[in-house]
Nanobody, 117 residues
């Protein structure tokens, strides 16, 4: 089993920045992909940004140029630097890890990001 713990959410004004961090613990030797999803009120959960162990980054279009993902494969941490935040970025952000080849998705409990205009 893998446990994911997020930190770094909060409230920020539009145009501001936040940094989210996530640490994986437990049986974490095969975490092929780690990253971030978000869910706004009334919306489905959507991928924000993910990064694989071989460096492939996938991103939602609205995050490109504003968000940066970083991953430490030794410490099993993943961070999301979010700049120029907008009200549409308000959501609960979830850390995600994909075990491969097992195919199990692990989730953190989520951290709330609120962007005020």
């Amino acid at each position: 089993q893998v446990q994911l713990v997020e930190s770094g959410g909060g409230t920020v004004q539009a145009g501001g920045s936040l940094r989210l961090s996530c640490t994986a613990s437990g049986t974490k030797d095969n975490l092929f992909r780690m990253g971030w999803y978000r869910q706004a009120p009334g919306n489905e959960r959507e991928v924000v940004m993910t990064k694989t162990t071989d460096g492939l980054v996938s991103s939602i279009n609205s995050a490109k140029g504003r968000f940066t993902i970083s991953r430490d494969g030794v410490k099993n941490t993943v961070s999301l630097q979010m700049n120029n935040l907008q009200s549409d970025d308000t959501a609960v952000y979830y850390c995600n890890a994909l075990d491969w080849p097992g195919g199990t998705n692990y989730w953190g409990k989520g951290t709330l990001v609120t962007v005020s205009s």
